[in-house]
């Protein structure tokens, strides 16, 4: 299972308010998912079986908004050949917009996560629990265990533990056979040694670097030789940059990844929270340094900085509900863009040289524009949410929009 980016996670989010926000006066709007490994033959098979039972729904309009919303599926689905590489899921019906009116909607999403099971639901409300779940945080971590004898390579991710190497030694134990002397066989055991750690820190550092969104890497293992390991550096640099804690474990095998895991729980859930407000601390500090402070805040001061490949963090809020606008006057083809609050993008606005009502040219979320903004100059992207105050102040007090610059930029008085 692959680690959703803040921007897919904030994308998919958006998505499912809108969705969330749709009702149905009656059980007609329907949800469809179609698996990755489903044949799209039997998925039509599956709707006109549906389409032919609807025909008995009692009220006339909810049976005309029932069969209208399987037939515009059915032919939306004719644009599939075989269902996309994590499926595709449908929703479709007639939603209630006040008083007696209803309006068809139509979303075709392909989530950026596979989903398995063939779901067809009419209701109420759309079926979204498969998509919310692709929201729930899979962190990541290296599992390593290692003593003279035994080394176990594994990953946790989200609370599954995944086995992916189990290696055993050849280096003798403490005591010598007859016929050597003592000090050449303690010399040979140790050479044994340094061989084993080199090619455990090789196989680890393999497997660790492969995955990419690595949060950390837990150690563990009985005595002292799992720090003598850590210390010697027998793992690739980047590798060894992540390790988090080294715990005590009895055991160095499959049993001792649960031991690792369940010990290191605590650490794991403080780093959880603080990723966020460690960011934000970062920032407030900033802040409050006066004339050499790389905090930037405020939409123009962050685009600016961004502009000039000078921001190292930006930090958006979640909860900014604004769009990037470019109008163009049809008359005149002056051009110029803006940003708006979500509730204004059905204002007119009229163009500043000719009066003339200017139309929207491109659209854009204000969070996808800045971040596309940011990933040009390699920029790192943070979305930070109301649930600690810090993050709340981000988005009250800083407008949503902060950053932590490469160097201290002079402001605009
Ligand atoms: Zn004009």
């Known amino acids: 299972m692959q680690e959703l980016s803040p921007r897919q996670k904030y994308d998919l989010r958006r998505k499912l308010e809108e969705l969330k926000a749709c009702k149905g006066k009656h059980t007609e709007l329907i949800s469809l998912y179609v698996p990755p490994n489903k044949q799209i033959s039997d998925v039509m098979a599956y709707l006109r079986n549906e389409y032919s039972e609807s025909q008995n729904i009692k009220s006339k309009t909810t049976r005309k908004n029932v069969l209208s919303a399987i037939e515009s599926i059915m032919s939306r689905l004719k644009a599939f050949k075989r269902p996309p590489e994590n499926g595709v899921v449908f929703f479709v019906g007639h939603k209630s917009i006040g008083s007696d009116q209803t309006e068809m909607v139509a979303y075709v999403i392909e989530p950026p996560l596979p989903f398995k099971t063939f779901i067809y639901r009419c209701d109420s409300e759309f079926y979204l629990q498969p998509l919310e779940e692709m929201l729930v945080e899979r962190d990541v971590y290296g599992l390593l265990l290692i003593d003279r004898r035994e080394c176990t390579i594994g990953m946790l991710r989200g609370d599954q533990i995944e086995l992916l190497k189990y290696m055993t030694s050849q280096v003798p134990g403490k005591h010598g056979r007859g016929g050597q002397s003592?000090?050449?066989?303690?010399?040979?055991?140790?050479?044994?040694?340094?061989?084993?750690?080199?090619?455990?820190?090789?196989?680890?550092?393999?497997?660790?670097?492969?995955?990419?969104?690595?949060?950390?890497i837990l150690v563990g293992g009985p005595g002292p030789t799992k720090k003598y390991f850590v210390e010697e550096k027998y793992l690739h640099h980047e590798i060894q940059n992540k390790i988090i804690e080294l715990f005590d474990t009895g055991y160095t095998d499959e049993y001792g990844l649960r031991e690792l895991v369940a010990s290191a729980a605590d650490t794991m859930a403080d780093l959880r929270i603080s990723q966020e407000k460690k960011m934000m601390k970062r920032f407030l500090k900033e802040i409050t340094k006066g004339k050499d402070s790389l905090a930037l805040y405020g939409e123009e001061?962050?685009?600016?900085?961004?502009?000039?490949?000078?921001?190292?963090?930006?930090?958006?809020?979640?909860?900014l509900r604004k769009y990037r606008i470019t109008l163009t006057c049809p008359a005149c083809n002056y051009s110029e863009s803006k940003t708006v609050d979500e509730k204004d993008l059905d204002k007119t606005y009229t163009c500043p040289k000719c009066g003339v009502p200017m139309e929207v040219k491109e659209k854009i979320d204000l969070i996808d524009e800045l971040s596309e903004l940011a990933e040009k100059t390699k920029c790192k992207v943070e979305l930070i949410s109301k649930n600690s105050p810090e993050g709340d102040s981000l988005y009250s007090a800083f407008t949503g929009i902060a950053g932590i610059a490469r160097y201290p930029l002079e402001k605009k008085l």
């Open 182 to 216: 003592q000090r050449r066989f303690e010399r040979l055991t140790e050479i044994a040694a340094h061989e084993w750690f080199e090619k455990c820190g090789e196989k680890a550092s393999e497997i660790f670097l492969a995955e990419k969104g690595l949060k950390g």
């Open 301 to 319: 001061e962050v685009r600016r900085a961004l502009e000039m490949g000078a921001v190292d963090i930006l930090l958006l809020s979640e909860d």
